[in-house]
């Protein structure tokens, strides 16, 4: 099977053009080739496929072989692949995924995509919807018990479920102990993706995500974009303002517009590729 393993903002794939190569159990493959030690090395993998109602399909699977509906970063790095590789010619490319059809602007230095812009959609925030089952309509600083600790937490949908918190340190957070905690806990039927917030400026903050499927990763676009939004809910941001993500990986600018929709800016990076056989 041949492969190009790209990167954004330190969140890396394994992409595979689907128009080309038959992936025949994907999850398997997921976890085959996300191995650091035995396979590629990578977050997930992420098939490019024909489309019926956009330009592509993103079809993306965590590292463990489950399936997920969107990545923030994933998506900008489809989009570098397909213009880089002439599929298209279109600097705004309509890419399908489980939760819905992105819109991607691409931004290009010498006839390649160095950084992208998507539109996220607007953040869902019922909590059934999200889901999770707290009480109440929304999830808006209430309370989660993890492990004897109470937590103040705030979950949005960026199509997949997030659980934002704020810290006063996120580089001393022993994620591989307390990430699985807000994974697995019983409030969210689906999982959940976690971030710790620290907030620098009403512009500016740091973050650490554990991902569900794929343990802690270097970024999170859809996580960036849950962050963004809790902290607009949470006074600690405006709406329809840049704010700069530091990650692990790299950063990104998230802004909540007054339409509704998030957008997200940021890198999209091819590392190598190559040829792997099963």
Known sequence: MKFTKMQGAGNDYIYVNAF?????DPAKTARLVSDR??????????????SENADFFMDIYNADGSRAKMCGNAIRCVAKYVYDRGMTDKTEIAIETLSGIKTVKVFTEGGKVTAARVNMGAPILAAREIPTTFDGDFVVSQKLTIDETDYAVTCVSMGNPHCV???????????????????????F???????????ITPTEF??????????????????????AVASVLNGRAERDTDIR????????????????????????EEVFSGEIKF
């Open 20 to 24: 080309e190569e038959r992936v025949e």
């Open 37 to 50: 030690h035995f396979g590629v090395g990578a977050d997930g993998l992420v098939c490019i496929c024909p």
């Open 189 to 199: 039927p689906d999982r959940i993706n976690t971030e710790f917030v620290r907030t």
């Open 245 to 268: 993500v530091n990650l692990r990986g790299g950063q990104l600018v998230i802004r909540w517009s007054k339409n509704g929709d998030v957008y997200m800016t940021g890198p999209a």
């Open 206 to 227: 740091d973050m650490r995500v554990w991902e569900r499927g794929s343990g802690e990763t270097l970024a999170c676009g859809t996580g960036a974009c849950a962050s």
């Open 165 to 187: 918190l704020f810290v006063d340190d996120v580089e001393g957070l022993e994620l591989e102990k307390i990430g699985p905690r807000f994974e697995h806990h019983e409030r």
